[in-house]
């Protein structure tokens, strides 16, 4: 069983920045794929990005390219999401999600999840 836990998330101006967290709570955090999603009320959840193992490689939703990044830091056990440029569009319930699968964008495929954190971006 993977614990996940997030953080950072919050209320922030259009053009503003955050940083979001996500704990792992596995010692073999290296094997799986991390992924980030995000659920806007009334909407399905969304793929948002994904980062390889070793964090070589990342993946992102066309929404966020540019403005999103990925990272990991394998011996802390942590996955990061940074938010830049951020829109209206991108509130929601973030979450992060790990799988023992490659990189994908299908939630289906990510067997642990968080609790999620709210992001909300005013106009």
């Known amino acids: 069983q993977v614990q996940l836990v997030e953080s950072g998330g919050g209320l922030v101006q259009a053009g503003g920045s955050l940083r979001l967290s996500c704990a792992a709570s596995?010692?073999?955090?290296?094997?799986?794929?991390m992924g980030w999603f995000r659920q806007a009320p009334g909407k399905e959840r969304e793929f948002v990005g994904c980062i390889s193992w070793r964090g070589g490689n990342t993946f992102y939703a066309d929404s966020v390219k540019g403005r999103f990044s990925m990272s990991r830091d394998n011996v802390k056990r942590t996955v990061s999401l940074q938010m830049n440029s951020l829109k209206p569009e991108d509130t929601a319930v973030y979450y992060c999600?790990?799988?023992?699968?490659?990189?994908?964008?299908?939630?289906?495929?990510?067997?642990?999840w968080g609790q999620g954190t709210q992001v909300t971006v005013s106009s």
């Open positions: 999600a790990a799988t023992r699968d490659s990189m994908t964008t299908i939630k289906t495929a990510y067997d642990y």
């Open positions: 596995t010692r073999t955090f290296v094997n799986y794929v």
